[in-house]
């Protein structure tokens, strides 16, 4: 299914349509009269419009509305069944994939699927014999599946589909690699701003416009929704919040400058904290793995949170006293409306939280702090891949 209007960008009818399913995609549900008054448009403007969506499969009648007494007006929203989306995160070792109904349900989801990406080519096709291999598993069509996000970690234009970290050729995109295999629209993004989009539309993100999404895992990214629209910057290269240098630490981050903000506050940091105290020889209830295998790993030390391991502990809030420090800066700058953590070390629940509120509460400054919430991700591990999914589908609607 692809509608002609898709691919006109000038025409009057073509930009109401997509504006129509922007609306859907972002509110849900609307009547006639509501979308005639959104749009500026007539009555019979917007009569048409729908039923041109509906003829190509974009859009159903959902029914009368509930409101009471008088005539009860028709409901429009978009169609579920109309198609599907595939989404995959690819991380350092491992990758998910989720697949989305057209009106964003999340239909499958699967996590922790051994996997690493090498800068060239072979290995991308292998994620599309990966994906090809979950389709038949899942028993899709793939005549119903109408695109594929693809979400990896470091700087990403997703214009031009090039990865600073995995691309290998710059007339050769990964997307456009992955597009010539599995004859489907292929979109790439950055992790961070996968998540982001994700919670924006299928998270914990509720009517907020003006949201900061912080992707607190091995390192530390960032995504901003603004005025309900997903944030690049000039290039698409927005949200390196890792690298904003406020630490007067003296470590080297691994973009080869010192005291950037993830060398403290993020998993690779945590790591590091702990693992110099286990050398220095501090009791904790990792030292028998550490003296056993010369390291631990995160999961090591969620269990010893949950174990009130008390190094682990101290670790996680020195970790939060310094994303909190960042956070605040930042709430200065945006006044947002809502932060959401997410991220592996949001597995740290309180602990990690707690500490950012303190120091945000220290540092941020009330005006612009007040209106402020701050929330872990619902979504979790199926951020990513979901935001992907959405990310695919705003692409191809012509929305984002």
């Not at 914990?204 to 995504?223: D, Q």
């Not at 005025?227 to 003296?250: K, Q, V």
């Not at 070390?345 to 919430?373: C, E, H, S, W």
């Amino acid at each position: 299914m692809r509608a002609t209007f898709l691919d006109k960008k000038d025409n009057k009818n073509s930009l109401l349509k997509k504006t129509i399913l922007h609306l859907c995609i972002q509110s849900g549900e609307y009547s006639i009269a509501a979308l005639s008054e959104q749009l500026n448009a007539s009555v019979p403007t917007v009569t048409k419009l729908i039923g041109e969506l509906m003829d190509d499969g974009f859009m159903i009648d959902l029914g009368k509305s509930g409101t009471s007494g008088g005539r009860r007006p028709s409901i429009y929203g978009l169609n579920p069944e109309a198609g599907c989306f595939i989404g995959v995160d690819i991380r350092h070792s491992h990758a998910s994939i989720a697949v989305t109904d057209f009106k964003g349900g999340i239909l499958s989801f699967e996590d922790n699927i051994p996997f690493k990406l090498e800068r060239k080519e072979e290995s991308v096709h292998t994620i599309s014999s990966a994906v090809r291999d979950y389709a038949r598993q899942k028993g899709m069509d793939w005549n119903k599946v109408l695109g594929m996000g693809i979400s990896v970690a470091g700087r990403v234009n997703p214009e031009t589909g090039y990865s600073n970290t995995y691309s290998f050729d710059p007339d050769r995109p990964i997307s456009q690699i992955l597009h010539e295999d599995l004859d489907i629209p292929v979109v790439i993004e950055n992790d961070s701003r996968a998540m982001t989009y994700g919670e924006y539309l299928a998270g914990v993100v509720k009517k907020e416009r003006n949201v900061l999404f912080f992707n607190v895992s091995w390192g530390l990214g960032m995504g901003m929704i603004l005025d309900g629209r997903l944030y690049y910057g000039t290039s698409g290269f927005s949200g390196e919040f890792g690298h904003f240098p406020l630490l007067d630490n003296d470590q080297i981050c691994r973009c080869g400058k010192i005291g950037c903000l993830e060398t403290g506050a993020s998993g690779s940091a945590l790591g590091r904290m702990i693992t110099e105290q286990l050398k220095a020889g501090r009791a904790s209830a990792l030292s028998a793995k550490y003296h056993r295998e010369g390291k631990v790993n995160l999961n090591d030390i969620f269990k010893a949170i949950k174990e009130e391991d008390v190094l682990a502990i101290e670790a996680v809030e020195q970790v939060g006293n310094n994303l909190g420090r960042g956070l605040a800066g930042l709430i200065n700058v945006f006044n947002p409306e809502l932060v959401v953590i997410g991220g592996k070390l949001a597995m740290a629940g309180d602990y990690l939280l707690l500490p950012v509120r303190t120091t945000v509460k220290k540092f941020a400054q009330n005006i612009a702090n007040q209106d402020t919430t701050i929330k872990f991700t619902r979504l979790q591990s199926e951020a990513a891949p979901v935001g992907a999914c959405m990310l695919s589908r705003s692409r191809l609607l012509g929305v984002l």
